[in-house]
Nanobody, 115 residues
Framework: QVQLVEFGGGLVQAGGSLRLSCAAS????????MGWYRQAPGKKRELVAE???????NYADSVKGRFTISRDNAKNTVLLQMKSLKPEDTAVYYC?????????WGQGTQVTVSS
């Protein structure tokens, strides 16, 4: 079992940047996929970015070229660097850990982008 805690959300103006961090309570080096999801009011939770244990990444089309996901296995941390933020990026952002033995979520962190 792994617990996930997100940090780094907040209020930023359009065009600005934020970096989200996800701290895991256990080693993430062997976890198959670590990801970031988001959920805006009235909308379904959607994938933002994910990174495999081998370092392969996948991004939602809406964030490609603006967001970068990375994982630091030594620190059991997953980062999401967000640049050129838009008002439509406003949402609660959730960290996720997925493997054959479980699917775990953090409590979420609010990101608000003002126009």
């Amino acid at each position: 079992q792994v617990q996930l805690v997100e940090f780094g959300g907040g209020l930023v103006q359009a065009g600005g940047s934020l970096r989200l961090s996800c701290a895991a309570s256990a080693s993430i080096s062997s976890i198959k996929v670590m990801g970031w999801y988001r959920q805006a009011p009235g909308k379904k939770r959607e994938l933002v970015a994910e990174i495999t244990s081998g370092g392969s990444t996948n991004y939602a089309d809406s964030v490609k070229g603006r967001f970068t996901i990375s994982r630091d296995n030594a620190k059991n941390t997953v980062l999401l660097q967000m640049k050129s933020l838009k008002p439509e990026d406003t949402a609660v952002y959730y960290c996720n850990a997925f493997d054959s033995w479980g699917d775990y979520w953090g409590q979420g962190t609010q990101v608000t982008v003002s126009s």
